[in-house]
Structures are given as C-alpha cells and as structure tokens.
C-alpha cells in the first residue's frame, strides 16, 4: 500500500531464526587490594575475561525463499584484560592534603571459536580471521617492505598485493591515566593526564585524500601531463 507514492508497508528482506536465543555472556573477575602505610597507599590489580557466545550472525538462505538472510546464533568471542590501580595520599595535614591515582588498563578481542565455517575462518569485511586471531587487527593489501614502507612501480604508482595482511591493531596495549586532588582549608584544584601506548589510528581527511586523489603521493607525471592538456595516457 503507498500514502502520496511513499510506501507505507513493507516486506522483511532478513527474517530470525524460530531458534534464536538471547546472546549470553560468561564472565569472571578476578582481583586483590593490598593496603599499606595505613592505607596511606593502596594498591589494586584485576583480571576479567568474558567469554561471549551465542552473538547473532547472518546466513544466505536458498533465493526460492524470497529473503537475504536468516539471523541465526553463531560464533564465539573471547574478551580479556588487566586494570592496576595505584592510589595514595602523599601529604596530608591540618590544612592541605594530596590525593594522587595512577591506573594502567587493558582489554582485547579474540574470535575464539568460528561455528558457520569448517575451516575455523570468520568472513567479515572482505577478510577472514581466523580462531585465536584479535578482532581489532587493521588490513591492507598495499606492498610493503619488510620494514614497513610502501612500494611502488618505476610510474610512480603503488603496488598493491593480491590478498590482504595485518598491518597492526587499533586497541591500543595500554590505557593509562593520572589523577590529582589538592585541597587547601576551603579550596579545593583537581585535574588528570590521560593518554594511550600503542594502538594504530589513521586521520580521515589523509584517507579521504588518497580517495580522491588530492594526497602528494598520488601524483604522477600521467596527472602533470593531463593538467597541462597533454593526452599521453592511453
């Protein structure tokens, strides 16, 4: 049915499987808290690691059913890590006092069992990843030197490979942070630094750059002769 050319119903082209579950998580923590100086200095460390199961996934279905895929439970994930925390109070009197915090964390994914593939693969994105393998690995096929840099052909334009490879992961190893509180009489100043050790980011405007061909490095005496009205590439 339509209302003014809109449609006003429709049709599901992904249906759920009759015996879809709820996703389940199985999840344990493990920690100490060690005091010390009377509790003047306080010492955390924790372990946790969720094991999740049952997450949904699409299947291609038969095309004589009319749909493009059935959600069915699948796969399984694993996700791990550590948090320390360091906590103390380094002067503390009548008038001032100093609370100080020091925390370090960090936490991963691992595909930790594939149950639509015989292979043990997991196709997502165009790539597969195999069981034991960290979700947040980053793929390229661009050639590359063994220590890491580009390469390219004698015309200036780069070489790609034909499957692609792990460049490196975007969690970072470690996230750290460190807070301060000062308290004189009535008056009270706090503030944190907080940063992260490793990890790959990119910048999207560099990305969009080599897109559409405005970056540096995609220049080429085939675009130097087009500017100029040149014709010599066939």
Do not use: C
């Amino acid at each position: 049915n339509k209302w003014n050319g809109t449609p006003a119903l429709y049709w599901p082209s992904t249906i759920y499987s009759p015996s879809l579950i709820p996703n389940t998580t199985l999840s344990g923590e493990y920690g100490t808290t060690i005091g010390l100086l009377k509790n003047r200095i306080n010492i955390d460390a924790t372990y946790f690691r969720n094991l999740l199961k049952n997450q949904f996934a699409p299947i291609i279905p038969s095309q004589a059913s009319g749909y493009t895929g059935i959600e069915v439970n699948a796969n399984e994930y694993l996700r791990k890590g550590w948090e320390f925390v360091v906590s103390g109070t380094p002067v503390k009197n009548r008038d001032f006092s100093w609370n100080t915090t020091v925390n370090f964390s960090n936490n991963h994914e691992w595909l930790h069992k594939s149950t639509l593939r015989s292979d043990h693969y997991l196709a997502s994105g165009g790539v597969f990843y195999k069981e034991g393998q960290r979700m947040d690995a980053v793929w390229i096929d661009n050639s590359q030197t063994p220590d890491g840099k580009a390469i390219y052909y004698s015309n200036g334009f780069e070489s790609y490979d034909p499957v692609y490879h792990v460049l490196g992961y975007s969690d970072p190893n470690w996230l750290y942070g460190w807070q301060n509180a000062f308290a004189y009489k009535n008056f009270s100043l706090s503030f944190q630094f907080d940063g992260r050790i490793g990890g790959l980011i990119y910048a999207s405007t560099i990305q969009k750059m080599w897109w559409v061909r405005t970056a540096k490095a995609t220049v080429t005496k085939y675009r130097d002769d087009a500017n100029a009205g040149n014709a010599t590439y066939v």
